[in-house]
């Protein structure tokens, strides 16, 4: 499988990166702002080359690597509906999204791809940012197509579903179409964690993951502003508890031989995942590292895209760029 060549953006954790490069890409520049962020990306692949710097400051004469490159992706923190607009914390995510877009016209890359929230598709809300987006694009000669996957179609233990923009030049768009689900019948919390449950010997391990038979709610990173790691809000929390999960924190360790797991006693009696756990439910393999400490770690997995979802993506970009198109059934999308 011949390499393509992608420029990937707020790369965090490297997931949309990994997927990508197991799609048959080869990354040429990694673009993040946090220090943490580009500390797992070189401990993992030392030779991609990290670029520590804020998007907005980027200057792509700097670097003129990245030019013509096949595909300009970018896994963009979660943009906010305009009924939140007044936040500036919106209006930096809104920022940043134009500036991914903006950032096409120098580099002129075959494709481009933008992972974000799935309201971004079709909500109402969201038209003023896909009227932006339309207008760049079509000045730009490209075609595109808005859809939504599910990482759990992907074989990914967890119910996270992903809005996405995939815009190609004219010549390639006919020969796009998204990815078609991997999976028959979803991966299971139980059945992707029981193996490192039973790690230090906890008895109760089978027995857990025997009950824990549902994907697992969509994994939050949480805002860099809030405490410690937890697995999400009340609703998330709930999820948990049903699976004999307290989702209020995340453990150092997984179980040992002697914990006595009670359920029905609350949170004291539930079991608590690691942060390895929670890339495990993110589809990261279990060899990919994270830097910093607990916290950090957890909201690099919890911001993560989910790299069994971006490789059907870069294999369907893939296939539009160069491969004969085959039919797709199943997704709708709008124009």
Known sequence: MSELRFVDL????????LGLEQAGFEPVLLLDEKPVACDTLRMNRPAWQVLGTDLLEFSPSRHQEIYDVDLLSAGLPRVKSSATVARTETEAELRLLEAAVYLAHA??????LIENVPGLVDAPDYEPIRDFIRKELDHLGYRFRWFVLNAADFGVPQDRKQGLLVALKKQYFDAFRPPEPTVREHVSVGRALRRSMAM???????RWAAQAISVAPTLVGGSDNRGGPDLGPT???KAWARMGVDGGTVAD?????DFVWTPEAGRDGMVRITTDQAALLQGFPSDWGFAGKKTARYRQIGHASPPPVAK???LAIRAAL?????????????P
């Open 312 to 314: 059907a993506l870069g």
């Open 10 to 17: 707020c790369t965090g954790a490297g997931g949309l990166a």
């Open 322 to 334: 160069g491969a004969p198109a085959h039919p797709v059934a199943g997704y709708t999308s709008t």
């Open 235 to 237: 609703g998330t929390k």
């Open 253 to 257: 360790n997984v179980p040992g031989p």
């Open 107 to 112: 580099v002129q890359p075959r494709a481009l």
């Open 200 to 206: 230090r010997g906890w008895r109760d391990a089978d």
